[in-house]
């Protein structure tokens, strides 16, 4: 295709922050959509590419089968199968891509991969997690916790009990964003990086929310309205596995920790889990997880991520 000007790419969720009402406004209306089994072609035509260095279930099937809903075409493209893993670079990738898509997701080793494949893009780049962020994801979360809360975060309290990883960096900006309040648990040595919370925590003075850091996962899970971890040993991390199963072994949602928070409280978790690490099977499985809500809403956030970021196609 003709390369666009002015693209808008998502690489972390603070391009979004001020859109999620939107974004959640409208995947709510999409997910209600394909469930009456009506579609929309609101992409037919386009293309999307999906070059991706990691793994992954969730996000490459929802990006996929959301393009394919709204009338366009994904294409999957491991980076072991492109040149880019006999070292072509990732920007002359990104120049080639553009030439013939419409956008491009990127689930990328580094951050830097990223920035570096949108510097060189000319259509929307979408992070489809790298090892600082997993904005796609934190859409799909809002959606499912707006959903259980009446479509408001005002006055809620979510709880993170783990890593202070990618999918806390994102979350914590997602929070901030919309109001919702946040008190993470983490070991001291693994607390999310520095410059995320400084703009969570900027985020925050506009929307009204409230962060809190503590190591103690009873002090964030005790009256929280929801509970949310993720695991250990992202990936990436895999040469830190016994250091990290050491610090993190009192970093787990089981029923005692649940049984702490609100009475109506659920549990969050963004899969792949490792059971009897982060969670218990019998939370993970129990009437109060909300984990498989959220893998859902992959799809229906997906749709309304590439609905924004995809310019419209002249008639
Ligand atoms: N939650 C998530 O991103 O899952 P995948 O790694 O399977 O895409
Ligand atoms: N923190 C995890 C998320 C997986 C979806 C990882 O990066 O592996």
Avoid at 72 to 79: P, T, V
Avoid at 99 to 109: H, Q
Avoid at 199 to 216: N, Q, V, Y
Wanted: hydrophobic content about 40%; charged content about 25%; aromatic content about 4%.
């Amino acid at each position: 295709m003709t390369p666009a000007r002015g693209k808008r790419d998502l690489l972390s969720v603070q391009d979004v922050a001020r859109d999620l009402p939107a974004l959640l406004e409208r995947a709510s209306r999409l997910k209600a959509d394909r469930r009456a089994g009506r579609r929309r072609h609101t992409l037919e035509g386009r293309t999307l590419a999906m070059v991706f260095e990691k793994p992954s279930t969730r996000t490459r099937t929802s990006f996929e089968v959301a393009m394919s809903d709204l009338g366009g075409r994904a294409l999957y493209l491991s980076s072991t199968d492109l040149q880019l893993g006999r070292g072509e670079t990732i920007a002359d990738t990104a120049r080639v891509l553009s030439r013939y898509v419409d956008a491009i997701c990127y689930r990328a080793n580094s951050h830097a991969n990223v920035l570096e494949l949108a510097r060189s893009a000319s259509v929307p780049v979408i992070n489809a997690l790298d090892n600082v962020e997993h904005p796609c994801q934190i859409v799909a979360d809002l959606l499912t916790l707006r959903e259980r809360w009446r479509r408001t975060f005002r006055g809620r309290r979510l709880a993170w009990i783990g890593d202070g990883n990618n999918v806390l960096h994102s979350l914590l900006l997602g929070a901030a964003a919309v109001g919702l309040d946040l008190t993470a648990a983490t070991p001291e040595a693994h607390r999310p990086q520095r410059p995320i919370v400084a703009a969570a925590e900027a985020l925050a003075a506009t929307s009204g929310a409230t962060l809190r850091f503590t190591t103690s996962p009873e002090e964030a899970a005790r009256g929280a309205d929801a509970l949310y971890t993720d695991v250990w040993v992202s990936m990436g991390d895999e040469a830190e596995r016994a250091d990290r199963e050491r610090a993190f072994a009192g970093y787990q949602i089981n029923d005692a920790v649940l049984a702490l928070a609100a009475p109506e409280a659920f549990v969050l978790h963004d899969l792949p889990a490792h059971r009897g690490q982060e969670i218990t099977d019998s939370v993970l499985d129990g009437p109060r997880s909300a984990a498989w809500d959220q893998a859902e809403n992959r799809l229906h956030a997906q749709k309304a991520i590439l609905e924004l970021l995809l310019p419209r196609r002249r008639r």
